[in-house]
């Protein structure tokens, strides 16, 4: 089965004998985009978090196939080394991580969650439902589909609010 997926800005052809790749998978397996992790497998620690026309999902619980033309930005398209995105400099300014193996799915999760939010998406916590704030339970209820073994919840929260005041 031939799919085509424009990762990261590039068009790329993939020839899946089984159409049962997930998208994960085949971004890892296929593509040798090893950035995006492999966690739990079941959609509930977030490290294998990637946007898919700008909007995160979990890509261990989609199919490669059911996504044919669309755009899938994983953590190689953020930013480089020598060109960090603002969100990847502000988790190494605030210590965001120890052993990393999260930090790929929480920043691409954090910098699609900030577009949520100046889009007004409202979350369970948001006190207005027109132009939520950032506060701190905010942002946490916003990431808690990602987790962190090592507990770096503070500095996760401190390198995003960094990134929006800094944005906006």
Request: charged content about 25%; aromatic content about 2%.
């Amino acid at each position: 089965m031939d799919v085509t997926l424009t990762i990261n800005g590039e068009a790329r052809r993939l020839t899946l004998d089984d159409p049962r790749v997930t998208l994960l998978d085949a971004l890892r397996q296929h593509l040798d985009l090893t950035g995006t992790k492999k966690g739990c497998d079941h959609g509930q620690c977030g490290a294998c978090t990637v946007m898919l026309n700008g909007r995160r999902i979990n890509s261990c619980l989609t199919l490669a196939v059911m996504h044919d033309g669309d755009e899938i930005t994983t953590i190689e398209g953020i930013g480089q080394p020598g060109a960090l995105a603002p969100m990847q400099q502000a988790f190494i300014r605030r210590d965001g991580f120890q052993c990393g193996y999260c930090t790929p799915g929480q920043i691409v999760s954090a910098t699609a969650m900030l577009e949520e939010l100046r889009e007004g998406w409202p979350s369970a916590v948001s006190d207005d439902l027109g132009a939520p704030s950032l506060s701190d339970e905010e942002i946490r209820e916003r990431m808690s589909g990602n987790l962190c073994r090592c507990s770096c919840y503070p500095n996760i929260v401190d390198a995003i609010r960094d990134t929006a005041e800094a944005s906006a």
